[in-house]
């Protein structure tokens, strides 16, 4: 069986036009600090890594990270890539392993599980291409006859633009939408009737038929999210998305436990025994980890099979093909989340930008093809003008 012989990591920086941001668009972490400028500026990524695993025989897999794109760079050229060079792909459950405990002392969340999460999708992307099999085939197989996606974007804004936005999106067949808040604590009463009145707003266009998710981002305190899902209660909210700091596990159980409105969270979450500790603490009803920061698609699989004995579904954070194979092949994957192809604005636009191959959306759903290996996905040179790539 062919070796790994080689990794290849890139970082994409964006260049070219971007949405400027507006205020109260998204409420976030750092919305509990004073600060003047831009408080969600560290949490746009218009930054991208890809990692290249190349085998002897010249197939080449290809894995992705956004987070602090240049720092996990470092930590794959130095510490991981020596780690797995030389190594059977084949072998991804000890290449995992091999990853993780070797680095345990500084890498297993953050910057570490990152690098490790890039370099496993990649795997998992050449073990397809090399047996000539999608992802999911390999994962188990079609659960699903087509994936369906709720359109995620209907960023805060001026209310007459939000109900724009969502009209638009309905022409598109989703039947399920979300929605980020604008405004947190630091706004007072005032900021909890803005919030309230861009959720009634939405639903006067998408009605009660469609689902409804609603985003915190981290914006919010254990007190103030307290005080709101009371009032949020009447507009059936399908779940509420990471109200309060990632840290605060004991703060998602509280709120969870009120069970008023379905709690979600675990994007900022970076283990398997991380996410085992959320659904062990019954701290959320749907779990959102992040493929590309959780450990990647070998550690997803098993926290897969932990949240569906506890019979909590699983609903991937990001669109992004890596996510769509996941959730595939899991009955315990309901639906996707889908960022619609758009001007580069936060940041999760930059897979269009420099993958092709991504499934689009079609009246609401998307599709796999049966006879495309690995992941589907290349990189692309079309938008090279518009990136400034460092090696």
Not at 6 to 17: F, H
Not at 192 to 208: D, F, H, P, Q, T
Not at 279 to 289: D, G, P, W
Request: overall charge negative.
């Amino acid at each position: 069986m062919t070796k790994i012989k080689s990794i290849r990591t890139r970082v994409w920086n964006w260049t070219g036009p971007t949405v400027p941001p507006t205020g109260n668009f998204c409420t976030n972490a750092s919305d509990a600090l004073w600060m003047k400028g831009d408080a969600m500026a560290s949490f746009r990524f218009h930054q991208w890594l890809t990692c290249e695993v190349e085998t002897e025989d010249g197939t080449i897999g290809i894995g992705n990270a956004a987070l602090a794109p240049s720092v996990v760079k470092k930590a794959i050229d130095d510490w991981y890539a020596p780690l797995v060079v030389g190594e059977d792909p084949f072998d991804y459950a000890y290449i995992w392993e091999k990853m993780y405990r070797r680095t345990h002392a500084w890498g297993r969340k953050g910057i570490g599980m990152t690098a490790i999460s890039a370099i496993d999708i990649a795997i998992w992307d050449l073990m397809g291409k090399l047996v000539g099999k999608p992802v999911f085939k390999l994962l188990g197989g079609r659960t699903k006859e087509k994936i369906p996606v709720y359109y995620s974007k209907l960023y805060a804004g001026p209310v007459e633009s939000m109900q724009a936005e969502a009209e638009e999106a309905m022409k598109n067949g989703y039947t399920a939408y979300k929605s980020r808040f604008g405004y947190g604590p630091k706004d007072g009463m005032q900021g909890m009737r803005e919030n309230l009145k861009r959720v009634e707003a939405l639903r006067e266009v998408i009605g009660y038929d469609n689902d409804l998710m609603l985003e915190c981002y981290m914006g919010w305190n254990l007190d103030y999210a307290k005080r709101m899902l009371p009032k949020l209660a009447k507009y059936e909210p399908r779940w509420l998305e990471e109200p309060v700091i990632a840290d605060d596990v004991e703060g998602y159980a509280e709120l969870n436990a009120m069970n008023i409105v379905p709690i979600s969270g675990g994007e900022h979450e970076f283990s398997i025994i991380g996410c085992a500790d959320l659904i062990r603490k019954k701290a959320v009803s749907v779990l959102q980890y992040d493929t590309n920061r959780v450990g990647g698609i070998t550690a997803a699989q098993k926290i897969n099979a932990i949240a569906e004995a506890a019979q909590i579904p699983v609903i991937p954070h990001a669109g992004q093909v890596h996510n769509y194979h996941l959730t595939m092949a899991n009955t315990n994957c309901p639906i996707s989340e889908y960022f619609p192809v758009f001007d580069v604005e936060v940041g999760n636009e930059l897979f269009y930008y420099i993958f092709e191959g991504d499934p689009e959306a079609v009246n609401g759903f998307l599709q796999l093809d049966d006879d495309k290996p690995g992941l589907g996905i290349e990189i692309t040179d079309k938008h090279l003008a518009h990136f400034e790539i460092v090696e």
